[in-house]
């Protein structure tokens, strides 16, 4: 920190409402460990920790156990990524450390709520951040052996200081001495691999710390806005893969965020990164990155709404399940912790819309920016409920959304998936007995990539339709939707919402469509939306 100039700050940070003080270790009695309550604006250098629970902990802070602990602290009965994360704080010089199941009163929903809040801060503030990158239990620990390559032994000849001829027989040799020296292969380490990589909260605690001092299974490593690559604290013979951008420690920091407004792509690749991993709770999507969302909003002034953002809403509704994740391929385990239109809604890994992987016109297109998104639809206004007026970037427990958009009915995607080959004759006037109906091929036109969302009854499922079924099949079908156009990109390929009625003049989201392939929009579809005129859609 006295050598990096983006690690310098003017004055300690303040601490959070709770700290261990792990005492003095200058002092005649020794270092002792204790549960500290900060005075009001109380500053102090202090280690947060990141780790995986892994299960039940051991020790707890609860309203049973917060006196006692204030007193003092007997670290031989907690767990083992607790006493290192103690023995690393201490051995940096740092007096104080923030640990979530000794520092928050556990069971206790207003402090719960009260730390979330607080938690962008806490991680932002720290001296540093301790990564129990390579445990995934509380129970085993950190500072364990690290794994070595293998390696091999071999003589070195050294090249003599002068130039002197030497007996056959000497230990020397004409040109200088033997020496020894081991040989390793280069090994390749991926952050995205290790234990604490897979859990959901410690996204937003590696990506909020300034400084980041990573214990993974290959060595230690360090991390700070002075660096923007890995470093290995030791000498090491692993190469390590950068990490994405959205993973990144001090990301926000890094990429300059301003009243100006967010870097909209990041905050969707960001979201992209934390659905892919895991929560021991599944209600807590939005509680997990709240302190991302907090800081952001203090950044840009943009308004938060149940994991949006509202200057870029209209892109950020095209979003879909990510196909083949367990999570999202069995029926919702919950009551949804977000409206319909919000992600936050179902489980397993998000992708956001408009990205193809299918080859087009001899090449594979990019995730689009959102420059390259053109929306059709527009924001007439949007209002969520957050559950804790204390939390507003926590749970909410409804929302109302507003488009002016275009909408079109047509049959259910699931009636139309499971349809006969006579029904589909009869729904498209087909006469002819021998004619293929109902086929597409991956470069067809008027193809749509369906993904229907996953609910209380049913889990996500991803297939192809027949778009000029969607406009020609009314009049067969008993089972209707609504398909609303959000946007085109790349050669005019729709993306969109399909909806249904939930009564009352308003609208739930079921799932999503785009085209199947951009160098091949579905043009009868387009077509028909053309003809269509605006108008206000109300969904929840």
Not at 484 to 496: D, K, M, Q, T
């Amino acid at each position: 920190m006295r050598n990096h100039v983006s690690c310098r700050t003017p004055d300690k940070p303040i601490l959070p409402y709770r700290v261990l003080d792990l005492g003095d270790p200058t002092k005649p009695s020794g270092p002792s460990v204790r549960l500290h309550s900060s005075l009001e604006a109380q500053r102090g250098e202090y280690a947060a920790l990141s780790y995986c629970w892994g299960g039940p902990q051991s020790i707890q802070t609860t309203r049973s156990t917060i006196d006692t602990f204030s007193k003092g602290l007997d670290l031989r009965i907690c767990s083992q990524t607790i006493q290192d994360a103690v023995v690393v704080t201490r051995g940096l010089g740092i007096q104080y450390l923030w640990i979530d199941a000794l520092c928050i009163i556990q069971g206790q929903a207003s402090d719960k709520m009260h730390e979330i809040a607080s938690m962008g801060k806490i991680y932002k503030n720290a001296t540093v951040t301790i990564s129990a990158a390579n445990s995934r239990s509380a129970q085993d620990g950190f500072l364990k052996y690290q794994k070595r390559g293998v390696s091999v032994q071999t003589a070195l000849l050294c090249r003599a200081s002068n130039q002197e001829v030497l007996p056959e027989n000497s230990d020397l040799s004409r040109n200088g001495p033997y020496g020894k020296v081991w040989l390793e292969l280069e090994r390749v380490q991926d952050h995205s691999t290790e234990p604490l990589s897979q859990r959901g909260w410690a996204f937003q605690e590696q990506v909020l710390s300034l400084r980041l001092l990573q214990y993974g299974s290959e060595g230690v490593t360090w991390h700070c806005l002075d660096v923007d690559k890995t470093v290995p604290v030791m000498h090491s013979f692993v190469r390590y893969k950068p990490r994405s951008k959205a993973s990144r420690p001090a990301i926000l920091r890094r990429t300059g965020h301003n009243r100006r407004g967010i870097g909209y792509q990041l905050w969707s690749e960001m979201i992209e990164d934390f659905s892919n991993r895991h929560l021991t709770v599944p209600e807590d999507r939005l509680l997990a990155i709240a302190g991302i969302a907090s800081e952001l909003h203090e950044l840009s002034k943009d308004t938060y709404l149940g994991g949006l953002w509202q200057e870029d809403l209209v892109r950020q509704l095209g979003w879909r399940q990510k196909e083949g994740d367990e999570r999202a391929t069995r029926p919702l385990s919950r009551t949804p912790s977000a409206p319909s239109w919000s992600w936050a809604s179902v489980d397993g890994g998000i992708e956001f819309g408009g990205r193809y992987s299918a080859a087009a016109a001899g090449r594979v297109l990019p995730r689009p920016l959102p420059e390259h998104l053109y929306p059709e639809a527009i924001l007439r206004s949007c209002i969520v409920h957050p559950r804790k007026s204390s939390a507003p970037f926590a749970d909410i427990d409804s929302g109302r959304l507003v488009l002016s958009a275009k909408l079109i009915k047509g049959p259910h995607p699931s009636a139309l998936k499971s349809s006969t080959a006579d029904e589909i004759r009869a729904e498209m006037n087909i006469t002819v007995e021998n004619a293929l109906v109902g086929t597409w091929h991956p470069h067809a036109e008027d193809v749509l990539d369906i993904t229907l969302d996953q609910d209380t009854e049913t889990g996500a499922t991803h297939f192809s339709i027949d778009s000029r079924r969607v406009v020609r099949g009314n009049r067969i079908f008993s089972s209707a939707a609504w398909y609303l156009l959000l946007a085109y990109c790349f050669n005019e390929s729709p993306i969109g919402l399909i909806l249904v009625n939930d009564g009352k003049d308003r609208f739930r989201r079921i799932g999503y469509f785009q085209s199947k392939d951009p160098s091949h929009p579905p043009l009868s579809f387009n077509q028909h939306f053309k003809k269509v005129r605006t108008r206000d859609v109300v969904i929840v």
